[in-house]
Each structure stands twice: as C-alpha cells, then as structure tokens.
C-alpha cells in the first residue's frame, strides 16, 4: 500500500505505522527519524535541520522534500510505503503529487490518527525511544516501558527520551501541527483519500487501519 500517515504529534503515527509494515511488507519512511539520524551524525542536514527542530518548528519544505524526492526512488519504495510525520503542509503535499506523478505512482488512503490533546500530552511526557537509529523501538513509560534498567527490549541499546519533548517545544509542536499540518485533513479528504480513526488504542487502531485497507 501506498499510504500517508497523519496526526498530531504523539498521536501514535511512528507506532501504528512500524505494525502496519509487518503487516504488508512495505517500508516506513519516517521524515522526523530521518532528521533525527542526521542530527546525531552531525551531517550538513543535521546541522541545519537542529534548531528547527529543538524549538518543535518545522523544517523548511525545500530541505524535507529535497530528501524526500532521493527516498522515494530508492528500490525498496516499489513495494509499497508509509510516509509518517511527511507531508506536513499543503505545500508539502502538492509536491508529493507532482514527484509520484513523475514517477509513476499514487496514493491508496490518507490515515489520520485522531487523538484529542490531553491524551497526546500525557504520551508525549512519557514516550522513551530506543537510541540506536536502525531500531528507534517506541516505548511509554506507562503503557509500554523499557527493560528495568532502561535498555531497549529488541536491541539492548538504551532507550532516552526526545530532545524535543520539553514542555515548551511540545506546546510549539502542537500550535505548528494546528496551524500547518491539520489543513491537511481537509485537503486529502477533498482528494478522496481520507481515512479518520479515533486512536486510543494502538492495537485496535491497527486493527481497524488493516479492515479499511483490505476494502481500499
Ligand atoms: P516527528 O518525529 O515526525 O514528530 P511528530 O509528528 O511530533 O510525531 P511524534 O514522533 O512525536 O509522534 P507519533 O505520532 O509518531 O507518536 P508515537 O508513535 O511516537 O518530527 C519531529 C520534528 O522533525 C518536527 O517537530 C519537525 O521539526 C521535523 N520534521 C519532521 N518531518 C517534517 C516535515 N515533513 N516537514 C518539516 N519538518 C519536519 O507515540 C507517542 C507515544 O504514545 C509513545 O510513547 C507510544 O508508545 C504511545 N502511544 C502511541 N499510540 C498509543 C496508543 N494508542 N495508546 C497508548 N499509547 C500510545
């Protein structure tokens, strides 16, 4: 499948989306890990995409889609994908449509994850994430914690949380969402391809996605 992620930061897109891979072969690309590996590595990307991305700003579209239009090409795109955290404006999503256009492809669904924001704040405090960039396991200290010791269940390495889930980043993460990313809801359902789920759930949510799909 073919498919775009949405919702809030924290709605569970990185979560639902690593399920939905297992269930269908094809690959997660996520723009925010892609950032975050360049941001570790201390790359030319990384360096310009730090500050942004600490202050819980979005990173300007000509450098998301720069990457972007190298990842899609790549090999393992043909068996299908799940763009999480991209597009996150209307530009962004104009752009995706010319650059599939180019090469051939289209989108099956639009999945947003709809979360109301005291639920999407109370996870974001709590969320750990695994700090070896090939696994990036997603755990909650409530629902789904780490090993006692705060080591990664899949890959032993340790498990932190985010640079951008201070209090004050979150707040500008979910005013930008507000303002930039939740047009997008309207915009996808005018093309004919929104799918909403109330998710408060993960495991039912994939669930209820893998129903909606098999009748896409
Ligand atoms: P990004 O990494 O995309 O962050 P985000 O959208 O803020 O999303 P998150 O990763 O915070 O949350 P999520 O929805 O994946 O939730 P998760 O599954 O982890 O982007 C980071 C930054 O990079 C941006 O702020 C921006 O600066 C930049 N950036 C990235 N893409 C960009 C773009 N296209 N353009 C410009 N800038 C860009 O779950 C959260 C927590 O909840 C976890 O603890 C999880 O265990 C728990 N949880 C999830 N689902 C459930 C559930 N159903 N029940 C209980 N707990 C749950």
Known sequence: MRIVLLGAPGAGKGTVAKSLTEFDGSVQISTGDILRNAVKAGSELGKKAKGYMERGELVPDDLIMDI??????????????????????????EAL??????IGMKLDAAINLDVPTDVILDRLT???TCSNPDCQEIYNVKSNPPTADGKCRKCGTDVIQRADETEEAIGNRLKTYQDKTAPLIVYYEKAGLLKNFLSLNSRETVENVKIALKGA
């Open 68 to 93: 972007m239009e190298v990842r899609m090409k790549e090999p393992d795109c043909q068996k299908g994908f799940l763009l999480d955290g991209f597009p996150r404006t209307i530009p962004q999503a």
């Open 97 to 102: 449509k010319k650059l599939l256009d180019k």
């Open 126 to 128: 709590t969320r750990r």
